[in-house]
């Protein structure tokens, strides 16, 4: 695969990410965000297993774990730190604005070059300092350009964009030494359904008529969001830095404040156009500082 179809490919995930935050927002009137998560992930999982079993005729992740303990902490660190990204962050959006939350969780695009620097000693380029800076900066301004208050939901939004960053940086390690994206798509959706199941039915315990009246949010949230723009990143990132990765799927923030202009009638002011605007320059320059390094 090319380094352009394999940046086209997560900009598609990012695409899917950023609409499905209206399913994530309106999918909680009847359940709670354990609740949720967990038919989310479960219909992820779902999807993607077809793909899965015909991938393990040719290679086993199964034969992977067995034969090496560390990739297969490595797997299943996946499914755990992706529960921990969006287990924080559908909790958060009870408490906080869509806008503090889309700010704050663009901070795993820093976190992500300072932990595969912090781990693997992975060099920093200037280019890449400017780019964070303006990504930093777009995302402000996509925000709405208001202050952020240290509020609960906004601390839980924070903690989730680290557990993200972590994922990122996983999946970067994991894809060289495992080509199984399939079954690592379903490996990690099993995994944080579990995890979400485990305190739905110990704190919430919804009835199964209450995840009817938001089975369309589920069905999007599950099929496109997990199914496919998760096993799209698995495939692509391959192919891209961990940075790089982390600028071009920042562009959710973007999206999903054009899918809230486009389909909420949302107000999208000229500062947040703006914001768009600095957010995709940052990825350009990114992608141009991963060509010169490459």
Not at 253 to 274: C, D, E, M, Y
């Amino acid at each position: 695969m090319s380094h352009m179809s394999a940046h086209l490919l997560m900009l598609l995930a990012a695409f899917i990410w950023g609409t499905t935050f209206i399913a994530q927002t309106t999918g909680m009137e009847t359940i709670g965000p354990m609740g949720f998560t967990m038919a989310r992930y479960m219909i992820g999982a779902v999807a993607v297993l077809p793909l899965a079993l015909y991938e393990a005729r040719s290679i086993s992740l199964t034969s992977h774990m067995k034969s090496s303990p560390k990739q297969m902490w490595q797997a299943i660190g996946l499914g755990v730190l992706m529960f921990g990204g969006i287990g924080f962050q559908q909790t958060a959006l009870q408490y906080t604005q869509v806008a503090n939350a889309a700010f704050l969780t663009a901070l795993y695009v820093p976190c992500v070059p300072l932990l595969a620097w912090l781990m693997f000693r992975t060099r920093i380029m200037p280019k890449i300092w400017i780019g964070l800076m303006l990504s930093i900066a777009g995302s402000y301004m996509l925000s709405g350009g208001t202050d952020v208050q240290a509020q609960w939901g906004d601390i839980l939004v924070i903690a989730g964009a680290l557990f993200w960053a972590g994922h990122i940086v996983l999946i970067g390690v994991v894809t060289q030494t495992i080509k199984a994206p399939f079954q690592l798509a379903f490996l990690q959706s099993v995994i944080c359904a579990g995890l979400a199941g485990i305190l739905t039915y110990s704190f919430e315990k919804p009835d199964f008529a209450d995840f009817l009246p938001v089975m369309p949010e589920l069905i999007y949230a599950g099929f496109f969001s997990v199914g496919i723009a998760y096993t799209l990143q698995l495939v692509a990132q391959r192919y891209a830095s961990a940075t790089l990765a982390a600028f071009i799927l920042s562009l959710e923030a973007v999206f999903a404040a054009l899918s809230g202009w486009i389909l909420l009638g949302q107000t999208l002011t000229t500062l947040a156009l703006i914001g768009c605007i600095t957010i995709f320059l940052a990825v350009l320059l990114a992608d141009t500082a991963q060509e010169k390094d490459a």
